[in-house]
């Protein structure tokens, strides 16, 4: 899969859901399905989009014992999934049985990523709440490597992060990368963002976008925006 733009349908019902990629008519964007819209609408909601032609990133973030998230991947590769993720902070163990989990009878099975130290968890929240006493960029590239060890695909992470994952993990180590805002754009919680151009520089293979185009007058002109910015 290529470079592309995945719009986050944080949405809190199939049926706004629906009515939302009704507005792209034939265009079939890469949609991101999260705990919201899954929590709400079941895994129904997965089968109808997919069954609508979009690929589908599956963002529910998994983190339990590994026989547990083995288990519950095995459920979710049946959903047919483009990309599916989980929490690196589960252990390099737990990476490695999701992948068994995910993986299908006939060896294929949906790309898995890692989300590595939030980013709404600072160095201060990792201190004293975590009791992790490292610079918080060196945790996330630790957790970036036990993915990679561990046989995943990739990560989530910010496109500032994009360079020095590809650096330590590789060039074919995926960066999907939430935090993107148009330059003339509202900022909302996002706290360090970059445009879709700026991502596309900074070598991100895929962009996370929610609001800068759920909420746009015209979202489909913001969606088509995006993707001349970053795939050209
Ligand atoms: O609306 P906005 O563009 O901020 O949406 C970004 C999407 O990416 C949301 O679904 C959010 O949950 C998700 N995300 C994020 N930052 C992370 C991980 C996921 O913004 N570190």
């Given at each position: 899969m290529g470079k592309d733009v995945i719009v986050?349908?944080?949405?809190?019902s199939a049926e706004k859901t629906l009515a939302f990629l009704d507005n792209f008519k034939g265009r079939k964007p890469f949609v991101k399905i999260g705990m919201e819209l899954f929590y709400a609408a079941g895994p129904q909601i997965v089968r109808d989009i997919k069954a609508r032609g979009h690929k589908i990133f599956?963002?529910?973030?998994l983190h339990d014992i590994p026989n547990t998230v083995k288990k519950a991947m095995a459920v979710l590769s049946g959903l047919d999934v483009d990309i599916c993720n989980l929490h690196a902070g589960g252990t390099v163990a737990m990476m490695q049985a999701a992948l068994e989990g995910l993986t299908r009878p006939d060896g294929t099975r949906p790309l898995l990523i890692a989300v590595t130290?939030?980013?709404?968890?600072d160095q201060a929240a990792m201190e004293n709440?975590?009791?992790?006493?490292?610079?918080l960029p060196e945790v996330v590239m630790h957790y970036a490597e036990n993915a990679k060890k561990a046989g995943l695909d990739g990560v989530v992470c910010s496109p500032l992060e994009s360079p020095v994952v590809h650096e330590r993990c590789g060039a074919e180590f995926l960066t999907v990368t939430p935090g993107v805002r148009f330059a003339d754009g509202a900022v909302g919680d996002q706290k360090r963002v970059t445009t879709p151009a700026r991502a596309k520089e900074l070598g991100s293979d895929y962009i996370v976008v929610g609001r800068p185009i759920t909420?746009?007058?015209?979202p489909v002109a913001a969606y088509e925006r995006c993707v001349a910015e970053f795939v050209g």
């Open positions: 986050a349908c944080d949405f809190d599956l963002d529910l973030k130290m939030l980013t709404s968890t709440d975590l009791w992790i006493e490292k610079p909420q746009a007058e015209d």
